[in-house]
């Protein structure tokens, strides 16, 4: 099996590039933004997720082992193979994608290619305990999934509905999250919300 591999890019199609080493090629599959970076001559690696089918083995490659671990974990879900998982991380980043998960948005998981409503409680519901587990060194901390939950309740009692909560909480960047108090994070969740850009 394939876990890793370093060459020249010699091909480039539109959702996967070919890998010369040692004077093989491997067709790899990339997500969107790995395969913008790609350029033909340019030296390249990739953790490589390898794909046995009856008819032929599927490469897919990712730039780093927290994605191809978050990748694995999507294609647990019923209904999502593994171009879909793909194209879930094409349109959305680790972070954010881990943070809809935490918070259970599910108008955010929904909106991504591939994904309905079903399939996006899904999401939310069976992977939510096991991103939990994973040494993703982006992933939230448990002192800041506390504080995503606290503040989810905090704007939820204030009378928001939920969309409208998970739309505040959507648009707060990790290191906000990371690096202010609660009290901070309700008023910018409640600008965002009325429309209040004092913060």
Known sequence: ???????????IENNNVTIENQGIGYQVFLTKYDLSNQKIGNICSFFIHTYFKEDCIELYGFS???QKEVFLL???INGI???TALTILSHISLSDLLKAITIKDIGLLASLPGIGKKTAERIALELKDKIEKLSINNKFTMQEETK???LQNAIFSLGFSKEQTQKAL?????DEIENNELEFLV???LNILTGNKTL
């Open 170 to 174: 959507r648009n707060l960047k990790n």
């Open 148 to 150: 995503l939950n606290s």
């Open 187 to 189: 008023k910018k969740c």
């Open 64 to 66: 780093n082992a927290e």
């Open 74 to 76: 999507l294609t647990t």
């Open 81 to 83: 193979g593994k171009k």
């Open 1 to 11: 099996m394939i876990a890793y591999i370093k060459g020249i890019i010699i091909y």
